[in-house]
């Protein structure tokens, strides 16, 4: 993939917790001690913009 990328500090630890709470098991207290984490300090949230994607077969 060949493409832009833009690193934005807004809507990452939101997104990253609707992520933890879809994908984890949210009782386990280390996964509660990360999503809280996130919220506390933020995370940059990627966002990728493809200009080409390649595919390739094996």
Request: proline letters at 3%; a negative charge.
């Amino acid at each position: 993939m060949e493409g832009s990328v833009a690193l934005h500090d807004q809507g990452g630890a939101e997104l990253a917790a609707r992520l933890a709470e879809r994908y984890w098991d949210m009782s386990d207290p280390n996964h509660q001690k990360f999503r809280d984490e996130w919220l506390v300090r933020g995370v940059v949230r990627i966002v990728v913009h493809p200009e080409v994607v390649n595919r390739f077969s094996v």
